[in-house]
């Protein structure tokens, strides 16, 4: 028994230092302290933790719209109270504890766009600062928000900044919808180009699995928003707003499609289905945050399952925004940059077959590997200049997810906390961009007709 006792509490030991040590590295990770002290971070260790920074002022904010903001009046401090009620002009006292609410989403969000505005200014002097220091910049942005508690919220939260994130939030709309049609293009234009590498590299006919993939994806996109517009129709159906918009998002992608085929010589059906499949999410998305009970069965009881899941999706959904659209390639940045190898003949280099001024062989692969790991522990400094955009990129998020989360700053006409992000401005706002997107991706197929004497590539 004895035996067994003590092999239980080895194993229990074991698995206990195991996790602890497995979560000291996470979050050793997380600060910036993946590496030995000899070897900086890499250059994608800024966009991590700055992602991981906006996930951690996402709840932040939550805790304040529906923790501390409703629950302010129960505290003794009257100057504490005062501070966070103030501009509530309203009688009423549950919209005062949702005005107080929306008030700390601006603390959170304000912090978050303020430190992401001083490391961009920094950013841009030294295009290396956005990956050191993190556990400092942690430190400073909990300091931030613990010091906005403390400030009123008229001027400074209200207006000033309430005006800077809906600016702020319409620029990142504008920017959402030209990345995305951006996205449809270079998807296409990508699986061409391989398409047309496999036929000269693997030999003719090699190209054609390219070729069904940009058709099955083509069927896959349109089949799904189909169905996608037919259950619009069947559960969110029968008010005219949410009928118009459906309507209309069939319609528009109908038009868009039909430009394509016959009008445009620069567009491509799997670009038209890629954007058919957006603007049918973005209508669904709208009409998920119509206010209006009758017209959207996505506002339920208000239980502790749909307080969970809609404030995990709502979360999730502003989390991958910031991360998706932080991307280096979206931010206009490139690779890291490295030094062109010298070309070798195969004169120079015994059984060797050269490609492209490459030799292969088992001496020159290995060479070429060694070489290779040792040029990737050397970041360039040109790995580093779009830091600065990174952080405006990020403090343009911080807007929006202040707009997502107080329906553009109204206290009434919107969700509830199990459904955080509803509310008509916020489904206004998501249809106009589903109608700037579609206007957008209609100007690229007509614009080289209307002007042929633009250049337009």
């Known amino acids: 028994m004895g035996m067994i006792s003590g092999a239980f509490t080895a194993i229990v030991s074991g698995v206990t230092f195991c996790f602890c040590s ?40 939550l805790i304040f719209q529906y923790g501390l903001g409703p629950n302010v009046s129960q505290f003794q401090w009257s100057y504490f109270i005062n501070a966070w ?20 989403v601006y603390r959170a969000s304000s912090s978050a ?33 613990a010091g906005t508690c403390f400030i009123p919220n008229a001027p400074l939260f209200v207006p000033i900044y309430l005006w800077i994130a809906r600016v702020g939030s319409i620029f990142f709309v504008l920017l959402q919808q030209i990345i995305l049609v951006d996205v449809a293009f270079n998807w296409n234009e990508a699986w061409i180009e391989k398409a047309d590498k496999a036929e000269i590299d693997e030999g003719t006919g090699k190209g054609k699995k390219w070729l069904g993939a940009i058709l099955l994806s083509c069927f896959v996109l ?11 129709f069947v559960y969110f159906g029968g008010c005219p707003t949410n009928d ?79 991360f998706s659209y932080t991307n280096d390639k979206r931010l206009g940045g490139g690779s890291t940059t490295a030094a062109p190898a010298p070309e070798v003949s195969v004169e120079d280099a015994e059984g060797g077959k050269a490609v492209g001024g490459v030799v292969v062989n088992n001496e020159g692969a290995d060479t070429n590997e060694k070489d290779d790991t040792e040029s990737s522990d050397i970041t360039s400094p040109t790995s580093f200049n779009n830091s600065w955009k990174l952080n405006v990129a990020m403090a343009l998020v911080c807007c929006w997810f202040a707009m997502t989360l107080t329906g553009w700053g109204s206290i009434d006409k919107r969700g509830d906390i ?27 197929l007509v614009a080289p007709k209307l002007f042929p004497d633009r250049d337009f590539s």
Request: with cysteine; net charge neutral.
């Open 22 to 61: 497995a979560s000291a590295s996470l979050c050793s990770a997380w600060c910036g302290n993946d590496k030995p002290s000899t070897s900086p971070p890499s250059a994608k260790s800024g966009r991590m933790r700055s992602v991981v920074l906006l996930g951690f002022s996402i709840i932040v904010a």
């Open 85 to 104: 009620t103030q501009s509530c002009d309203n009688n009423n006292p549950e919209l005062v504890k949702v005005c107080s609410g929306n008030a700390g």
């Open 113 to 145: 766009f303020l430190f992401f505005v001083i490391f961009g200014l920094a950013a841009l002097c030294k295009p290396t600062a956005n990956r050191d220091a993190w556990p400092a910049k942690y430190a400073l942005y909990c300091l931030l928000c």
């Open 244 to 322: 118009a918009f459906i309507s209309i998002t069939l319609v528009g992608s109908i038009i868009a499609t039909i430009i394509q085929l016959t009008i445009s010589e620069t567009g491509s059906l799997l670009t038209s289905a890629s954007m058919t499949a957006y603007v049918t999410y973005l209508c669904g998305a709208a009409v998920s945050k119509n206010s209006n009970a009758v017209c959207n069965p996505k506002l339920g009881e208000t239980s502790v399952g749909n307080i969970v899941v809609g404030l995990l999706l709502v979360f999730i959904s502003l989390m991958w925004t910031g």
């Open 222 to 232: 349109f089949a799904g928003s189909l169905t996608a517009i037919i259950i619009l």
């Open 418 to 444: 199990s459904n955080p992000d509803a509310g008509d401005v916020s489904m206004w706002m998501l249809i106009v961009s589903q109608w700037i997107a579609s206007l957008l991706y209609i100007w690229t």
